[in-house]
């Protein structure tokens, strides 16, 4: 009878665990912009890596700084050596939940507000903060966006005086992710 019991939970815990969704992307597009009206500052990486659990809502979140492409090389090499030291701190993470992910229905095609909550990670510095995005469900794909404001001083970047006219306190995060199953 024990051993029937057993093979019972078993097969639960692994039907649980099949229906519980995984979805996964490396090709993530982060951006931000971070300009004032003296320059034009908006960067771009294709290629951030991210995990979504649909059953528990938790979200992970990477992407090399490096990463990150300017229109002018300079730029880049200004914001990779001056501003966020990449050869000392190389990637940014976010680690969190979706708050409201039992109203996300990963089996009915549509559009889902969410509301995250979790830690940023940029330039050593963790940070507690709160993102209201959306999730799209198409398929088997998932797709997330979200758009949200990070003050550059929070993260201890030192802006020279020279150029702080020409950079925005806060940069405007955007993310546009295409998620597939996680297999």
């Known amino acids: 009878m024990k051993q029937l019991a057993f093979t019972i939970y078993i097969l639960f ?3 649980a665990s099949v229906s519980a969704q995984k979805y996964f992307t490396k090709t993530g597009y982060i951006s931000f912009e971070a300009g004032t009206a003296l320059e034009d500052i908006v ?3 294709k290629a951030a890596a991210s995990v979504l659990d649909a059953a ?3 979200i992970e979140f990477a992407v ?3 990463g990150f492409e300017f229109r002018r090389a300079l730029m880049q090499e200004h914001f990779n050596e001056n501003y966020m030291e990449s050869s000392k701190y190389p990637k940014a993470s976010f680690k969190g939940t ?4 039992r109203e996300v229905s990963f089996q009915k095609p549509g559009n889902y507000s969410i509301t995250v ?10 940070k507690e903060i709160t993102i209201i995005g959306s999730i799209k469900v198409s398929g088997n794909t998932i797709q997330t966006l979200a758009k949200f404001p ?3 001083s929070d ?3 030192a802006i020279p005086g020279i150029v702080s006219d020409k950079i925005a306190k806060t940069a405007t995060v955007s993310v546009n992710c295409n998620y597939t199953v996680l297999k």
């Open 117 to 126: 909550k979790g830690t940023l990670e940029i330039h050593g510095i963790k």
């Open 43 to 45: 960067a771009a990486n």
């Open 155 to 157: 993260y201890k970047i």
């Open 98 to 101: 979706i708050a409201n992910i």
């Open 56 to 58: 528990t809502g938790q």
């Open 64 to 66: 090399l700084i490096k």
């Open 13 to 15: 815990i692994s039907l």
């Open 150 to 152: 990070v003050t550059i």
